[in-house]
């Protein structure tokens, strides 16, 4: 089985089929969708899967370790010789976390570009307490991103794939402080991979979302997962802004995209350690992403609590928020601010 195969471009949905062949595929195929995706997409979908083995489907009803160990049972007790799966992130996971733990090669079809998750070795799915826990896996072993089609994905969906590319800024920086600390281990290849994707976007022509801005989100979003599997952890492209951002979805009640957390983290941080975030907040403000914690219902209280806990959520990555004075008035003054400027 040959594997690492990505195709990148408009159109490229109609090259399933040669996808499959080129990996030597065949036997039965679980193809994996929801039916909003599968009604829009199903019709181009599953003839091209016809067309290589038997397909076998599974709608996507819950995003829950559980759930896709139920798929991934499914697919050893009966034979299944591959996954593809078509959709958002949800659903990419739970096909992506599946295909790992039966150890079948996987198809993955990305229709938004909300994060960088959608390319990567990571699967984000919720534990029995609903609350949300990354599990390592494995890339894909076949990727096709239609950027055509990810471009008709709602704006506010490109626009939080935005603000996630965007957060390797401060994730960098936060490895950068860690090594030198020497609270970690660098990474050349990994670190400069993770550069390249940030840089792709933030020094691009273009000052708007058009296809060709797609072109770049989407080629940005696959390094950043590249930069990850390189790393063989999330470092590269996470850093104190994802801390915040995960206490942001354990205990904020109201839940916003990961991409918007992640921007608004990245600048919060950035504003705490004394570093001057203009940059950032320039290049979000021409792409009219809006992460103004107010507008995001994003209390005061809870902004202190988050940025207070964030060191807490998860071991191993130490960032300038583990030696950052966070103190309430302080934090609460920069809650003014970011409500003020963004
Ligand atoms: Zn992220």
């Known amino acids: 089985m040959k594997s690492n195969i990505l195709k990148i471009g408009s159109g490229k949905i109609s090259e399933i089929e040669s996808t499959l062949r080129a990996a030597d595929i065949?036997?039965?195929?679980?193809?994996?969708?929801?039916?909003?995706?599968?009604?829009?997409?199903?019709?181009?979908?599953?003839?091209?899967?016809e067309a290589v083995g038997k397909i076998k489907e599974q709608s996507v009803d819950y995003n829950t370790i559980a759930y896709s160990m139920e798929v991934a049972e499914r697919v050893i007790a009966t034979d299944i010789d591959c996954i593809v799966?078509?959709?958002?992130?949800?659903?990419?996971?739970?096909?992506k976390y599946a295909a790992f733990v039966s150890k079948r090669p996987f198809l993955s079809i990305p229709t938004t570009m909300a994060h960088d998750g959608i390319v990567s070795p990571i699967a984000v799915l919720k534990r029995q307490d609903e609350k949300p826990k990354s599990l390592g896996c494995a890339m894909p072993s076949m990727i096709i991103l239609d950027t055509k089609l990810m471009a008709t994905c709602p704006k506010h969906l490109?626009?939080?794939?935005?603000?996630?590319?965007?957060?390797?800024?401060?994730?960098?920086?936060?490895?950068?402080?860690?090594?030198?600390?020497?609270?970690?281990?660098?990474?050349g290849y990994a670190y400069m991979m993770s550069r390249t994707s940030l840089d792709a976007l933030m020094k691009t022509q273009f000052d708007h979302i058009c296809p060709e801005f797609i072109d770049v989100l989407a080629n940005s979003l696959v390094l950043s997962g590249i930069a990850m599997d390189f790393a063989g952890?999330?470092?590269?492209?996470?850093?104190?802004?994802?801390?915040?951002s995960h206490a942001l979805d354990y205990y904020c009640e109201k839940q916003n995209l990961h991409g918007f957390n992640v921007a608004l983290g990245t600048i919060a941080v950035l504003k705490i350690i004394g570093d001057d975030p203009t940059e950032v907040i320039d290049y979000l403000k021409k792409f009219e992403v809006d992460v103004n914690p107010e507008h995001m219902g994003i209390s005061e209280d809870s902004f202190v609590y988050c940025m207070q806990h964030a060191t807490e959520m998860r071991n191993n990555r130490y960032t300038y928020l583990h030696e950052a004075d966070l103190d309430s008035d302080k934090l609460k003054n920069v809650y003014k601010e970011l409500v003020e400027e963004l």
């Open 85 to 95: 799966a078509m959709g958002g992130g949800k659903t990419l996971d739970v096909g």
């Open 26 to 49: 065949s036997g039965k195929i679980l193809y994996i969708s929801d039916p909003y995706v599968d009604s829009l997409y199903g019709a181009s979908v599953r003839p091209q899967i």
């Open 158 to 187: 490109i626009k939080a794939g935005i603000g996630d590319t965007i957060s390797n800024y401060m994730a960098l920086k936060d490895w950068d402080f860690a090594v030198s600390h020497g609270k970690d281990e660098m990474n």
């Open 233 to 244: 952890s999330s470092r590269p492209v996470s850093g104190s802004e994802h801390l915040f």
